[in-house]
């Protein structure tokens, strides 16, 4: 004859619920709902943040669960350390996706940077300080090799520092400019800028005018459609190089050209050839090109977690190779042949 079994009181209650979570179900589960997510959230169907958060607390409290219930991990002090990395890890992606920031600007040469970006992507505990922050682009060389191979790329930067003193630097697709944790990296995305100015007729306030031509050399067609504004005129504006600015068969560098010329085609069919200090005038106004400038990409990143990242990396590894080193070490090893 069976016996009933003995109610659980709380603690038992307690251990069963933590050898629950701690079971190799719960993770297995929330590796599927990650796994399951990724594919929604990439056509825009679940957030990823949502996903990645509820996937990072099941894998915590999974965790927690397991190094709370086996003492395995407590009587090893490597895999003790490595479970704890992986702690710090998930907890670190978490904050990162909560408060990442992703963005990308385009400056003209002598432009200051105002706070303001586009293609923005950001986390929703993300605290906007790009909006203070100021930095002008001075200017850019970007090396080139046979076949157009894009090379380094060095861009003028100046800024202000903490205490206020005006400071000059060079920085590139692999050394950013850092200002209260936001990332300002070159991008392959620069080209030409051309500069006018617009006077309209009887006594308005005149407006300088900036277009930023395809990113050269990608696309040699160096070409803008552009109405005025202010007016019904309608202009196409070709930039024609009269001299070679990146070489396809040897190494050179990309430079603003001093020798060139624009072809401004109407409306109406009428061709004008515009050289710098040229001036186009109509009935609504004059136009006048003040010459030729660079512009340049800079894509913005914002991690706050991205040092906790690499740390708890380290500390992973650092925790499996301590482990390991305990395990072989209490093996014995004989001298004689294995017969």
């Known amino acids: 004859m069976k016996t009933a079994p003995a109610p659980l009181d709380a603690k038992g209650w307690f251990s069963r619920l933590v050898e629950s979570l701690a079971s190799m179900k719960l993770s297995l589960a929330t590796l599927l709902l990650l796994l399951g997510g990724v594919p929604l959230s990439v056509h825009g169907l679940v957030s990823a943040t949502v996903l990645f958060a509820a996937a990072g607390v099941l894998f915590t409290i999974n965790l927690l669960a397991a190094l709370w219930s086996h003492t395995a991990f407590r009587s090893q002090p490597g895999l003790l350390v490595f479970h704890a990395a992986l702690f710090l890890f ?61 090379g380094a790329t060095r861009a003028h930067v100046r800024f202000r520092d903490a205490q206020g003193r005006v400071q000059d630097t060079i920085i590139g697709d692999n050394t950013p400019l850092v ?15 051309l500069v006018f100015v617009w006077i309209p007729a009887r006594g308005g306030t005149a407006t300088r005018e900036i277009m930023h031509l395809p990113s050269y050399p990608v696309e040699t067609d160096q070409v803008r459609h552009w109405r005025i ?22 190494p050179s560098q990309f430079h603003l050209p001093n020798d060139y010329h624009l072809k401004l085609w109407t409306g109406k069919g009428s061709t004008r ?16 090109f003040e010459g030729l400038r660079t512009w340049m990409g800079y894509r ?40």
């Open 300 to 339: 913005i990143h914002y991690d706050a977690a991205m040092n906790w990242l690499l740390a708890s990396c380290l500390m992973a590894v650092f925790g499996l190779a301590w482990h390991y080193h305990g395990q072989f070490s209490r093996r014995r090893w004989s001298a004689e042949p294995v017969k």
């Open 273 to 288: 050839t515009l050289k710098k200090g040229t001036q186009v005038r109509w009935d609504e106004g004059v136009l006048v």
């Open 90 to 150: 998930l907890g670190a992606a978490l904050v990162s996706r909560l408060t990442y920031f992703r963005g990308a600007v385009e400056l003209t040469e002598g432009e200051t940077f105002q706070g303001v970006a586009q293609g923005v992507e950001r986390g929703p505990w993300h605290f906007d300080r790009l909006k203070d922050l100021r930095f002008s682009h001075e200017g850019l060389t970007i090396d080139y090799g046979p076949g157009m191979k894009r």
């Open 229 to 250: 504004p202010g007016t019904a005129i309608r202009t196409r504006i070709d930039l024609v190089l009269d001299e070679t600015v990146v070489d396809r068969d040897k």
């Open 179 to 193: 200002m209260e944790g936001y990332r300002f990296r070159t991008t392959s995305n620069k080209g030409f800028a």
